[in-house]
C-alpha cells in the first residue's frame, strides 16, 4: 500500500530529478540549457503549502549516483537513501468562467511521475486520489492533464477522456 503525503522543502531536489524523468519520458531534449531547474526549484520553494499548488508524493528508495552536485546543478538521487518513489502536482488556474467552469477555476495536473524502479505498485492511482481530492476539496470542475503512454489507461480509469476540441500549442522561440 502506498502511503502519500504532501510534499516538503527537503523534497525539492528529487522534484526537480521527477521533472527529468517526465520530460524524457515525453520525448524531450535534456541536454539544453538547464535554467528551468533553478526556476522549477524557485517555484516549487514559493509555491508548497500554497492554495493554488498542491504536490503529493510517496517515498521510496532511490539507487544511484551520489547526492551532490553533476554538471553544476544538485542531484537528487540519493545512493541508497531515502528518495521518492512517484509524485504528483496539481495547479489551479484562474480563467474567465464558462459552461464547465461557472467558478472560473481550472485544474492542471503537471507532472504524474513513477521512478521507473518503483512502478506497477499502486503510487500513481494512490497520488492520483489524493489529487483529485485537493481539487474537489477547492471547487475545481475541470481538470487537464497531458499523459504519457505509460499513464494513459490509468488516467481514464479515473474518467480522463479527450476533450471534443483540438488543444494547440504555441511556444516562443
Known amino acids: 500500500m502506498s502511503t502519500v503525503r504532501p510534499a516538503t522543502l527537503d523534497d525539492v531536489p528529487e522534484l526537480v530529478r521527477h521533472r527529468e524523468l517526465l520530460f524524457t519520458a515525453m520525448g524531450r531534449d535534456m541536454s539544453g540549457?538547464?535554467?528551468?531547474?533553478?526556476?522549477?526549484?524557485?517555484?516549487?520553494?514559493?509555491?508548497?503549502?500554497?492554495?493554488?499548488?498542491?504536490?503529493?508524493?510517496?517515498?521510496?528508495?532511490?539507487?544511484?549516483?551520489?547526492?551532490?552536485?553533476?554538471?553544476?546543478?544538485?542531484?537528487?538521487?540519493?545512493?541508497?537513501?531515502?528518495g521518492l518513489a512517484a509524485s504528483g502536482i496539481g495547479v489551479i488556474d484562474r480563467r474567465l468562467p464558462g459552461p464547465e467552469t461557472?467558478?472560473?477555476?481550472?485544474?492542471?495536473?503537471?507532472?504524474?511521475?513513477?521512478?521507473?524502479?518503483?512502478?506497477?505498485?499502486?503510487?500513481?492511482?494512490?497520488?492520483m486520489t489524493e489529487l483529485l481530492a485537493w481539487f474537489y476539496a477547492h471547487e475545481v470542475r475541470r481538470i487537464e492533464m497531458n499523459a504519457t503512454p505509460d499513464g494513459d489507461a490509468l488516467y481514464r480509469e479515473f474518467g480522463f477522456t479527450e476533450h471534443h476540441a483540438t488543444a494547440l500549442t504555441w511556444t516562443a522561440r
Open 33 to 82: 540549457p538547464a535554467e528551468w531547474r533553478d526556476a522549477t526549484v524557485h517555484t516549487l520553494k514559493e509555491a508548497l503549502g500554497g492554495d493554488s499548488m498542491a504536490v503529493f508524493v510517496v517515498d521510496g528508495q532511490v539507487d544511484g549516483e551520489v547526492d551532490g552536485e553533476v554538471d553544476g546543478r544538485v542531484d537528487g538521487q540519493r545512493n541508497g537513501r531515502p
Open 102 to 127: 461557472p467558478n472560473g477555476r481550472w485544474g492542471h495536473i503537471s507532472g504524474m511521475v513513477t521512478d521507473p524502479r518503483h512502478r506497477r505498485k499502486g503510487h500513481a492511482r494512490a497520488i
